[in-house]
């Protein structure tokens, strides 16, 4: 006679248990514990049932509660990261330019000369002072202009160049272009003036600035290499020198 360690159960020979337990695939000891279960529920007293069903809703609450505010924490945690690295970068911003306003001190008189890079945004280049902008551009950008090509980078940046000259936003000295954000002198490395130049002839109507500011918000990796492109010859000798304000 063999025992069936899972349910209990007495067979004749191995065989039988071996049947036994292919039939059953290992159930037959969760279907015992369940019976138990059965067994020592019918003797409960109700009052203990409720309590019991009660105590394991209040500790599944509990433990959402826990688990929401982990998520929350880790939230946290993350956000004083990125805090702590905008910060960081900022500081380091800081370093940069007291480093360059000490090699050059005339950086410090464009804080006083140069408007704010956003100041840009709410011009408008109809209004009778930049007359002489539209002028480059309405007479010398070529047919079905785009600033992918040369030709038309070198009109666009002509017409930058008369803005900057009409109202002064950016400078550059020693390749490095400089521009105030609010009253904040920076370092340009992300062609932010690049972009915002376009951007204020694509607001006029111009299609190759709408065209090329649509091109630059491209998310797609296979056009990184042609927006580069295009950022080059959107500020190719763009710019004044610092000498010249």
């Known amino acids: 006679m063999v025992t069936c360690i899972e349910c209990g159960r007495v067979f004749k020979n191995a065989q039988n248990l071996y049947n036994h337990k292919s039939r059953l695939k290992g159930s037959c000891g969760i279907k015992k514990k369940s019976n138990e279960a059965k067994q020592r529920l019918s003797t409960m007293d109700p009052v203990q049932v409720v309590e019991s069903v009660n105590s394991s809703l209040e500790t599944n609450a509990l433990l959402?509660?826990?688990?929401k505010q982990n998520r929350e924490l880790k939230r946290d945690m993350e956000e004083m990261r990125k805090q702590n690295v905008d910060i960081q970068q900022q500081n380091d911003e800081i370093k940069d330019m007291m480093?360059?306003?000490?090699?050059?001190?005339?950086?410090?008189?464009?804080?006083?000369?140069?408007?704010?890079l956003q100041s840009l945004q709410e011009i408008d280049l109809r209004e009778p002072r930049f007359k002489p902008v539209l002028e480059i551009l309405d007479k010398e950008l070529?047919?079905?202009a785009n600033l992918a090509n040369k030709p038309t980078g070198i009109v666009h940046?002509?017409?930058?160049?008369?803005?900057n000259c009409i109202q002064p936003t950016a400078v550059e000295n020693s390749g490095t272009i400089f521009?105030?954000?609010?009253?904040?002198l920076l370092k340009d490395c992300n062609h932010e003036t690049t972009k915002a130049f376009i951007e204020v002839m694509a607001k006029t109507g111009y299609s190759y600035a709408q065209k090329a500011n649509t091109d630059l918000k491209s998310i797609r990796?296979?056009?990184d290499l042609f927006k580069q492109e295009l950022l080059n010859n959107a500020c190719k000798e763009a710019l004044l020198n610092v000498d010249s304000l």
């Open 64 to 67: 959402k509660e826990i688990s």
């Open 99 to 116: 480093k360059e306003m000490c090699k050059n001190p005339q950086l410090v008189i464009l804080c006083n000369t140069l408007h704010p």
């Open 142 to 144: 070529p047919a079905y």
């Open 157 to 163: 940046c002509k017409a930058v160049r008369q803005l």
């Open 179 to 184: 521009f105030k954000k609010d009253d904040v």
């Open 221 to 223: 990796e296979s056009d």
